[in-house]
């Protein structure tokens, strides 16, 4: 046994009401402890915590606190984090500034840097754009809709290693191979545009207040190589264990508010990432073009020069990864 199982794998019983699917397992209790974890286990967080904005997760939580009481839990969830994350490990925490709290989750993270992580870099999560994704008329006239989140990058210390190619994008202009590594990827950088798998409207819910996609920690767990384990203190509807199970990678969630058949379910739905269409109209026409154009003739001859053939691949690529031929 390598010091990354579980405490509860050692032997011990597993608190009654966990979860376990295949690989992943949810505890049903308060992650302000988490003693089925042994220190330094764990190599990978990806949270969302509570808001502390009047969510109705269950109706025995109270989610709307005095600051100072939300924080003080806050920080006794993320010293239990400290405690169990590697010394290469990486947490990506995620936490959204509303309309009438702007400015909370720069408290959050700075809560977690007392906790002892350090801030390495802020991503910004886009949830909508250009009318695509995720949508709450949320400015109520004084400001405009929230469309994005943060995402802080904390780790313990000097040690950990990411690879942000993992989640990288082929270059647009192919003669950059080679330039700076022999592989077609390029780091996509730190704003993720990763929208709901599905849209809610209002005759149709989730299930639960404030789940983040799939797609949001299935990025974050790709970019740290070698991960065995996963942790999310506040599993929710269990969308970082979905990502873990699709990826293959053991996870842990703590979540005393639960509803295991929907945690269940999100589990067993298998996630496929999938390429985002960033400018739906556009793109749908050029794919139609492209249907009704045919394949296109290659530039060759004495009159085509380098520089065309190079805006044709681009143009071929293009019309290749929108599912034209
Ligand atoms: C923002 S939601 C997380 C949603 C999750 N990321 C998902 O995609 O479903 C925060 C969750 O923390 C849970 N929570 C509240 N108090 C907690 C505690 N003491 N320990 C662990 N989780 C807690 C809430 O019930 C809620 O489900």
């Known amino acids: 046994m390598d010091g990354k199982e579980t405490a509860s794998m050692e032997g011990r019983p597993s608190p009654p009401g966990d979860l376990r699917v295949r690989d992943q397992c949810v505890y049903f209790h308060s992650s302000e402890e988490m003693p089925e974890l042994l220190p330094g286990s764990v190599d990978v967080i990806v949270t969302s915590p509570p808001y502390n904005r009047g969510k109705r997760y269950h109706p025995s939580y109270d989610d709307h ?57 802020t991503l910004i999560w886009v949830k909508s754009l250009l009318g695509k994704g995720h949508f709450t008329p949320s400015g109520r006239g004084r400001s405009f809709a929230n469309v994005f989140e943060y995402v802080f990058l904390l780790v313990k210390g000097p040690g950990y290693r990411l690879d942000p190619k993992a989640v990288g994008i082929p270059y647009a202009d192919k003669s950059n191979v080679g330039r700076y590594s022999p592989v077609d990827r390029r780091d996509a950088g730190n704003v993720w545009f990763i929208p709901y798998e599905e849209t809610t409207g209002a005759t149709r819910k989730k299930g639960h207040e404030a789940p983040f996609p799939v797609g949001l920690p299935h990025r974050a767990i790709r970019c740290v190589p070698g991960a065995s384990l996963v942790l999310d203190p506040f599993a929710g509807t ?52 492209a249907a009704r154009a045919g394949p296109l003739p290659f530039p060759e001859g004495p009159g085509s020069s380098q520089r065309k053939r190079e805006r044709w691949r681009v143009v071929r690529d293009v019309i290749q990864r929108l599912g034209g031929d």
């Open 238 to 289: 269990g969308a970082t264990l979905s990502a873990a199970d699709a990826l293959g990678i053991r996870g842990v969630g703590y979540e005393p508010y639960p509803d295991p058949a929907l945690i269940q379910r999100r589990i067993d739905t298998p996630y496929v990432p999938r390429e985002e269409i960033l400018i739906p109209d556009l793109e749908k026409s050029v794919r139609f073009l």
């Open 65 to 121: 606190r005095p600051e100072t009481e939300y924080l003080a839990f806050l920080e006794r969830v993320f010293r239990e984090c400290h405690r169990v994350l590697s010394p290469t490990g990486v947490f990506f925490l995620n936490v959204g500034d509303g309309a009438e709290d702007q400015g909370k989750s720069e408290r959050v993270c700075r809560v977690a840097e007392a906790a002892g992580f350090r801030r390495r870099q």
